[in-house]
């Protein structure tokens, strides 16, 4: 049996179900505290206001974009390891559409910034793609460039397929827009093969 979550966990919780159902701007500290059954007073005790609240989410789904992110084989070759983390960057933008926006699409307090915070290995998720790329390089797969750029040229791409997505610029089915999606990657990739 699962133990049962702190106040703070049980506040957090209910953030991100009333996140999913209606984005950053359904949450107020009254709703939360609604949700939970405490008073909006107690809320205080464990977050200091509402940013530090979305904060807490926004770190939530990090660490799941990285389960996202895991390859399903630790054996693949650095090209095909790039696609597979990109394809789980797509899942979670399917699967959690609103918190996928908040999280890389809107301006908020502590974001990671590049470059400084992601050379400094703070980024979770780009960490991964970057150990591919780099290694894709140092296996001479890859020309030899800067690292960090490629990555996060390739992670433009793929959020900027994604964005256009769902703002309605496709006319294609998820799945057909996932090969698309793949496609385009494989071909920026062919770019920088040697």
Same mark, same amino acid.
């Given at each position: 049996?699962?133990?049962?979550?702190?106040?703070?966990?049980?506040?957090?919780?209910?953030?991100?179900?009333?996140?999913?159902?209606?984005?950053?701007?359904?949450?107020?500290?009254?709703?939360?505290?609604?949700?939970?059954?405490?008073?909006?007073?107690?809320?205080?005790?464990?977050?200091?206001?509402?940013?530090?609240?979305?904060?807490?989410?926004?770190?939530?789904?990090? #660490?799941?974009?990285?389960?996202?992110?895991?390859?399903?084989?630790?054996?693949?070759?650095?090209?095909?390891?790039?696609?597979?983390?990109?394809?789980?960057?797509?899942?979670?933008?399917?699967?959690?559409?609103?918190?996928?926006?908040?999280?890389?699409?809107?301006?908020?307090?502590?974001?990671?910034?590049?470059?400084?915070?992601?050379?400094?290995?703070?980024?979770?998720?780009?960490?991964?793609?970057?150990?591919?790329?780099?290694?894709?390089?140092?296996?001479? #797969?890859?020309?030899?460039?800067?690292?960090?750029?490629?990555?996060?040229?390739?992670?433009?791409?793929?959020?900027?397929?994604?964005?256009?997505?769902?703002?309605?610029?496709?006319?294609?089915?998820?799945?057909?827009?996932?090969?698309?999606?793949?496609?385009?990657?494989?071909?920026?990739?062919?770019?920088?093969?040697?």
């Amino acid at each position: 049996m699962p133990a049962k979550p702190t106040t703070a966990e049980a506040i957090a919780i209910a953030a991100r179900e009333i996140f999913e159902a209606e984005g950053a701007a359904g949450i107020s500290m009254r709703r939360v505290a609604e949700a939970v059954g405490i008073t909006p007073m107690a809320i205080y005790r464990h977050y200091a206001n509402r940013d530090a609240l979305l904060h807490r989410v926004a770190d939530t789904a990090f #660490q799941e974009l990285v389960d996202y992110w895991k390859p399903s084989r630790t054996d693949l070759p650095p090209d095909e390891r790039v696609l597979e983390l990109l394809d789980g960057y797509l899942d979670y933008a399917f699967a959690h559409p609103r918190i996928f926006d908040y999280v890389f699409s809107e301006p908020r307090p502590g974001a990671r910034q590049y470059p400084e915070d992601f050379r400094a290995g703070r980024s979770p998720t780009a960490n991964l793609l970057h150990a591919a790329v780099a290694q894709g390089m140092a296996e001479r #797969q890859f020309c030899r460039d800067d690292a960090w750029d490629f990555t996060l040229a390739l992670w433009a791409l793929s959020h900027g397929l994604i964005c256009l997505y769902r703002g309605g610029r496709f006319s294609l089915s998820p799945s057909a827009f996932r090969e698309f999606h793949r496609n385009a990657l494989g071909k920026m990739l062919d770019g920088i093969r040697r």
